[in-house]
């Protein structure tokens, strides 16, 4: 059993940033984890995803947020990051932590343990 907690949502003007924080309890070293958002009206959307396996480490971005956000993991801390730079208004959401077991996958549906979210409010 998967437990997760995200913290640090907030509101933040256009071009700001935040940082996320989803920790976890339970075995999750080779799990991926996942960070998905969803806006008022809108399906629940892909934003990133990391992997730990004994071959090394993979992300993975909506191409949305490429290169504004960044996903990191401490292991030893059984904690995921989502650092989010240069905030857009349609960044606005919820933002959810979430994990599956391996492969890693940008489908929602496909997540087992998620959190219970944390908003993020970007103000033009």
């Known amino acids: 059993q998967v437990q997760l907690i995200e913290s640090g949502g907030g509101l933040v003007q256009t071009g700001g940033s935040l940082s996320l924080s989803c920790a976890a309890s339970?075995?999750?070293?080779?799990?991926?984890m996942g960070w998905f958002r969803q806006a008022p009206g809108k399906e629940r959307e892909f934003v990133a995803a990391?992997?730990?396996?004994?071959?090394?480490?993979?992300?993975d971005y909506a191409d949305s947020v490429k290169g504004r956000f960044t996903i990191s993991r401490d292991s030893a801390k059984n904690t995921v990051y989502l650092q989010m730079n240069n905030l857009k208004p349609e960044d606005t959401a919820v933002y959810y932590c979430?994990?599956?077991?391996?492969?890693?996958?940008?489908?929602?549906?496909?997540?087992?343990?998620w959190g219970q979210g944390t908003q993020v409010t970007v103000s033009s």
């Open positions: 339970g075995r999750t070293f080779t799990y991926v």
């Open positions: 990391i992997r730990d396996s004994w071959s090394g480490r993979i992300t």
């Open positions: 979430a994990s599956k077991s391996a492969p890693p996958s940008r489908i929602y549906k496909e997540y087992a343990y």
